[in-house]
């Protein structure tokens, strides 16, 4: 059953990635969160590697971790230093200069994510930088779902999550800053707008209770209630770093261009 999920789910992310631009979209963003010192880049959770494609170039050492061996063949044209397992199950111990956890929170249930986050941050070099990427609860998936599958949504506010963690409450931790960014999606049949729905719905519900199910002809009570056909999806980054000057040219840079901006000096 679970490999059939599995499947399932990397099934509907290629529908997904050959339709929109997301990936691309998010890297030209990723782009621009980069430190001056590009040595060593660790990507956590790395799915298929659309997304760490953008970004091999920048870097002289890649390293990924990931939990869906289905992803294996993909994962070793980018690089070979993968380790399979889940990130809160295994240990690190090399310093990274950056680390990218895309859409990695999400599977991690509340109680593990503080180990999580401290791990991470640990094996951040001084002047590097973390990014953590995740669907915003202001995404119009959060409101698809309310639609056509009540009480099925895990709403967990990432950002909440984080910020109360005691790790953000250390002593001379970094400074961190939160952006929003939105990728309108337009769909152009009943079809397309189907299988977006429910690769959203499959990857955004319950996922760090592992009670992912696809919505299926459920969603049609979605479409029939509908005139919208553009479906838009928010990103929150938050990105943490030691540098100053990082989160500085961050906010300016994005202070006009995102939905929302804050920066937070713990």
């Given at each position: 059953?679970?490999?059939?999920?599995?499947?399932?789910?990397?099934?509907?992310?290629?529908?997904?990635?050959?339709?929109?631009?997301?990936?691309?979209?998010?890297?030209?963003?990723?782009?621009?969160?980069?430190?001056?010192?590009?040595?060593?880049?660790l990507?956590?959770?790395?799915?298929?590697?659309?997304?760490?494609?953008?970004?091999?170039?920048?870097?002289?050492?890649?390293?990924?971790?990931?939990?869906?061996?289905?992803f294996?063949k993909?994962?070793?044209?980018?690089?070979?230093?993968?380790?399979?397992?889940?990130?809160?199950?295994?240990?690190?111990?090399?310093?990274?200069?950056?680390?990218?956890?895309?859409?990695?929170?999400?599977?991690?249930?509340?109680?593990?994510?503080?180990?999580?986050?401290?791990?991470?941050?640990?094996?951040?070099?001084?002047?590097?930088?973390?990014?953590?990427?995740?669907?915003?609860?202001?995404?119009?998936?959060?409101?698809?779902?309310?639609i056509?599958?009540?009480?099925?949504?895990?709403?967990?506010?990432?950002?909440?999550?984080?910020?109360?963690?005691?790790?953000?409450?250390?002593?001379?931790?970094?400074?961190?800053?939160?952006?929003?960014?939105?990728?309108?999606?337009?769909?152009?049949s009943?079809?397309?707008?189907?299988?977006?729905?429910?690769?959203?719905?499959?990857?955004?519900?319950?996922?760090?209770?592992?009670?992912?199910?696809?919505?299926?002809?459920?969603?049609?009570?979605?479409?029939?209630?509908?005139?919208?056909?553009?479906?838009?999806?928010?990103?929150?980054?938050?990105?943490?770093?030691?540098?100053?000057?990082?989160?500085?040219?961050?906010?300016?840079?994005?202070?006009?261009?995102?939905?929302?901006?804050?920066?937070?000096?713990?």
């Open positions: 059953m679970k490999n059939n999920k599995l499947y399932k789910y990397n099934e509907l992310l290629d529908f997904y990635t050959e339709l929109t631009s997301e990936k691309e979209k998010l890297a030209k963003i990723i782009l621009n969160l980069l430190p001056k010192n590009r040595d060593k880049y990507d956590v959770g790395s799915g298929n590697g659309q997304l760490m494609s953008f970004l091999i170039n920048e870097f002289n050492y890649i390293e990924a971790i990931e939990s869906n061996k289905m294996s993909r994962l070793k044209l980018i690089t070979n230093n993968i380790t399979w397992g889940k990130i809160e199950e295994i240990n690190l111990y090399k310093k990274f200069d950056f680390i990218l956890a895309s859409h990695v929170l999400g599977y991690i249930s509340n109680e593990l994510k503080p180990q999580v986050l401290k791990k991470i941050y640990e094996v951040m070099n001084k002047n590097g930088v973390l990014v953590f990427v995740y669907n915003s609860i202001k995404s119009d998936i959060f409101k698809i779902l309310d056509v599958n009540k009480n099925t949504l895990n709403k967990s506010n990432y950002s909440k999550t984080i910020i109360n963690s005691s790790l953000w409450k250390e002593k001379n931790t970094s400074p961190f800053i939160v952006f929003e960014v939105k990728f309108p999606i337009q769909c152009t009943e079809s397309c707008i189907r299988n977006i729905i429910n690769f959203l719905a499959f990857k955004d519900i319950n996922k760090a209770d592992n009670k992912c199910e696809i919505l299926n002809d459920t969603s049609e009570q979605f479409i029939e209630n509908s005139n919208l056909w553009t479906i838009n999806v928010i990103h929150e980054f938050l990105v943490v770093s030691h540098d100053l000057n990082i989160i500085e040219r961050i906010r300016n840079k994005y202070s006009q261009s995102v939905l929302s901006i804050k920066q937070y000096d713990i």
